[in-house]
């Protein structure tokens, strides 16, 4: 591994994301993890085109200066596509699901930190579906917990225990990976044109 990929993976940044979190066990990870893919697929559909639509843009603008007609024909079999991937799509839609509320966390390209009321246990694999707001992708990964630390810090009038979870991603597609990486860039530059502006 790369200098440069160390750098890219170790970087972390405090982000309020629509997150869903959910106790992986070993019957559920049995079911998904042969073909991740294809449990990635059904997750987040939708979020994996729209992805893969940005990551193709620049060679669609080569070809629109070009052959404007070609480019004309390729962005209509993109709609057509996103059309029936959405009438397809069986996604749990973070993005318009009130039960899954914007949550503190601490994001990178390895792992997820964040608040919980549950207590986990190291070792145990959760599944997290993540809201990268700032370019619009939701993504799907299995990470084990690696570290708990419970404090008395109340989240309500009842004093209910907190509990801050560390995990690592252990299944996570290439393509989420430098999502996240994306999202963590432009999440920076909008932080620092805040920090500018006051």
Same mark, same amino acid.
């Given at each position: 591994? @790369? ?19 959910? +106790? ?10 042969? =073909? ?10 939708? @979020?994996?085109?729209?992805? $893969? %639509?940005?990551?193709? +843009? ?15 024909? +390729?962005?209509?079999?993109?709609? $057509? ?6 009438? #397809? ?11 899954? %509320?914007?949550? #503190?966390?601490?994001?990178?390209? @390895?792992?997820?930190?964040?608040? @919980?009321?549950?207590?986990? =246990? ?10 990268? *707001? &700032?370019?619009?992708? $939701? ?16 989240? *309500?009038?009842?004093? %209910? ?15 989420? &990976? ?10 920076? $530059? ?9």
């Amino acid at each position: 591994m @790369s200098a440069t990929d160390n750098r890219r993976e170790g970087f972390r940044l405090n982000d309020n994301m629509k997150l869903h979190v959910k +106790l992986a066990d070993e019957e559920h990870l049995e079911e998904i993890l042969p =073909d991740f893919d294809a449990f990635r697929m059904r997750y987040c559909l939708k @979020s994996h085109l729209r992805n $893969q %639509t940005e990551v193709w +843009l620049p060679k669609l603008l080569k070809i629109r200066s070009r052959d404007p007609e070609v480019a004309e024909y +390729l962005e209509h079999l993109e709609t $057509q596509i996103a059309q029936l991937a959405s009438r #397809l799509s069986n996604d749990h839609d973070i993005e318009s699901d009130d039960a899954d %509320t914007e949550t #503190l966390v601490n994001l990178s390209a @390895s792992g997820l930190q964040f608040h @919980s009321d549950e207590e986990f =246990d190291v070792g145990q694999k959760l599944e997290l579906g993540m809201l990268l *707001s &700032t370019i619009g992708i $939701q993504l799907v990964a299995i990470a084990e917990v690696i570290r708990v630390e419970r404090y008395d810090q109340p989240k *309500s009038k009842k004093g %209910t225990k907190d509990f801050l979870v560390s995990t690592q991603y252990s299944q996570i597609h290439p393509d989420d &990976t430098e999502a996240i990486i994306r999202h963590m860039a432009k999440l920076q $530059q909008i932080q620092l044109q805040k920090a500018r502006n006051t």
